[in-house]
């Protein structure tokens, strides 16, 4: 299982720098990149406040790719 997201595309949308976005939900920006690069997987909390700074559901940002074989 991997959880993808497409934050940085959205948050390019906004023209918001990664900063900007950490310093919204309070984490540093290294945080945000290691999500963006789907290096860290977020907390259901951070998950929840990474979509609200952006404005958006967190199954726009988010999403559980699962293998066949892994169900």
Same mark, same amino acid.
């Given at each position: 299982?991997?959880?993808?997201?497409?934050?940085?595309?959205?948050?390019?949308? !906004?023209?918001?720098?990664?900063? #900007?976005? &950490?310093?919204?939900? $309070?984490?540093?920006?290294?945080?945000? *990149?290691?999500?963006?690069?789907?290096?860290?997987?977020?907390?259901? !909390?951070?998950?929840?406040?990474? #979509?609200? &700074?952006?404005?958006? $559901?967190?199954?726009?940002?988010?999403? *559980?790719?699962?293998?066949?074989?892994?169900?």
């Amino acid at each position: 299982m991997k959880l993808k997201n497409n934050i940085k595309q959205h948050r390019a949308k !906004l023209d918001l720098t990664q900063q #900007a976005l &950490a310093e919204a939900v $309070g984490v540093r920006r290294q945080t945000i *990149l290691a999500i963006e690069k789907e290096r860290y997987v977020p907390s259901a !909390l951070l998950a929840f406040r990474i #979509a609200r &700074a952006l404005g958006m $559901g967190i199954e726009e940002l988010f999403e *559980l790719e699962v293998k066949e074989e892994q169900w």
